[in-house]
C-alpha cells in the first residue's frame, strides 16, 4: 500500500549495499522488501487532474491518496464494487480498491486479487487477524491489512471476496532476463527507474517497476509492469518446478499450470516481489497459517537464487 508520490531522496547504491549484505547472510533482501527513509514525506498536491490512457476519469493527488476512496478508472471493466471495496468504512476499515485497485490487480507492494477464490481471501484476511501472516521485515501494507482484519465485518468480507472472486484475471506482468537493470530509488513503498539510463548488474535481485510510474502512483487499474530478473531465472525455475523433488509440492497444489486448484491458490502471473517476500517469509517462519506446514518443506532447503527462479518463472505464465 502507498500513501504518496513523493520521490524519495534515498540513493539506490544505499539500499542495494543493504541488499548485498543481506544477501551475503541470507537475511531478507532489501529489494524484495523496499523501506522509506526516516525522512520520507509526500509531494505537495498542486491540484492538478490526473489522467490515465483509455478513461475518462480524472482525479487531483489528494484523491488518489484518500484510503476510503477508491479511484475508479475504468468502470465498465468490471460489476459494480461493493461499498466496502469502493469507500470502506470510516474509520478503521479502508476501502479494498485503494491498495489492490478497482478490480484487484494490486501492485509489487502488496497482492493481487486475480484469480483467488472468494473463500481463500476470507481465510487470508482471518489469517492476518490471528497474527499468523507477518513478514520478515516490518511492513506498512501488511500492518494496515491486520489492522483492516480486525475491524471488517464478515459481510463486508463476504462481499469483497465475492467481487474480486468475479473478475477475470488478467496478465499485466513482463518477465525480462537480464544482465543490467535501470537504476532504481525506493519511491514510497516501491521500486521506480532513476531518470536517466543509466544501469548497473543485477546480480541475485527482482527488479520490478511500473511502466509508467505515474499510471501506477494514481491507482490505475491497468497499469502494467517490468520485472526484471537474471538471465536463465525462468528456465531454472520451471526446472525447480517440474523436474526436481518440488514436483509434487508445486504441481499437485497449485496445478500442473500453477493456476490453482481446489487445495491451493494459482501462483501463475503473479507478482514476482510478492512471490519471493511469501517464498521467505513462509521460510522465516513469519508466514504462518493453514496451508504453511505444507509449504515449509518446500521452501526450508531454497536459497536466494531458487526463490527468485521459481518467482520468475510463475511470473512469466498466462494467469
Keep these: 500500500m502507498r500513501f504518496s508520490t513523493a520521490l524519495l531522496v534515498f540513493s539506490f547504491a544505499s539500499l ?4 548485498a549484505r543481506a544477501q551475503s547472510q541470507d537475511g531478507p533482501p532489501a529489494w524484495a522488501y523496499p523501506v522509506n527513509p526516516p525522512n520520507f514525506q509526500r509531494a505537495p498536491d498542486d491540484g492538478t487532474i490526473r489522467r490515465v490512457p483509455d478513461s475518462a ?6 484523491q488518489v491518496r484518500d484510503l476510503f476512496a477508491a479511484p475508479d478508472w475504468h468502470p465498465d471493466d468490471h460489476p459494480p464494487m461493493p461499498e466496502i471495496v469502493a469507500t470502506g468504512r470510516k474509520p478503521d476499515v479502508f476501502a479494498c480498491g485503494v491498495c489492490h485497485r478497482a478490480d484487484g490487480p494490486g501492485g509489487p507492494e502488496n497482492a493481487s486479487l486475480f484469480g483467488l477464490s472468494a473463500e481463500y481471501i476470507i481465510q487470508q484476511t482471518a489469517e492476518f487477524k490471528a497474527g499468523l501472516r ?3 521485515v516490518p511492513r506498512v501494507a501488511t500492518d494496515l491489512m491486520i ?3 480486525k475491524a471488517v465485518t464478515d459481510q463486508e468480507l463476504r462481499e469483497a471476496g465475492a467481487y474480486f472472486a468475479s473478475i477475470k484475471p488478467r496478465a499485466n506482468i513482463a518477465v525480462v532476463e537480464t544482465d543490467a537493470v535501470p537504476k532504481t530509488h525506493v519511491r514510497d513503498l516501491f521500486l521506480a527507474s532513476v531518470d536517466g539510463t543509466e544501469k548497473e548488474p543485477i546480480g ?6 511500473p511502466e509508467n510510474v505515474e499510471h501506477f502512483v494514481s491507482r490505475d487499474s491497468l497499469a502494467r509492469f517490468i520485472a526484471y530478473v537474471p538471465v536463465g531465472s525462468v528456465q531454472k525455475g520451471r526446472a525447480l518446478a517440474t523436474n526436481s523433488d518440488l514436483r509434487v509440492q508445486c504441481a499437485a497444489c497449485h496445478g500442473a499450470d500453477l493456476k490453482g486448484t481446489v ?4 501462483i501463475a502471473a503473479r507478482s514476482p516481489t510478492y512471490m519471493f517476500r511469501q517464498l521467505y517469509d513462509l521460510r522465516s517462519g513469519a508466514r504462518k497459517g493453514a496451508k504453511s506446514e505444507l509449504m515449509k518443506p518446500v521452501v526450508e532447503n531454497l536459497s536466494i537464487g531458487d ?3 521459481l518467482a520468475a518463472y510463475s511470473a512469466s505464465l498466462m494467469p
Design 16 to 19: 542495494a549495499a543493504a541488499g
Design 57 to 62: 476519469a480524472g482525479f487531483t493527488l489528494t
Design 134 to 136: 507477518t513478514n520478515s
Design 147 to 149: 489492522k483492516l482484519s
Design 204 to 209: 541475485q535481485r527482482i527488479i520490478e517497476i
Design 263 to 266: 487445495a491451493a491458490p494459482g
Design 307 to 309: 526463490m527468485i527462479a
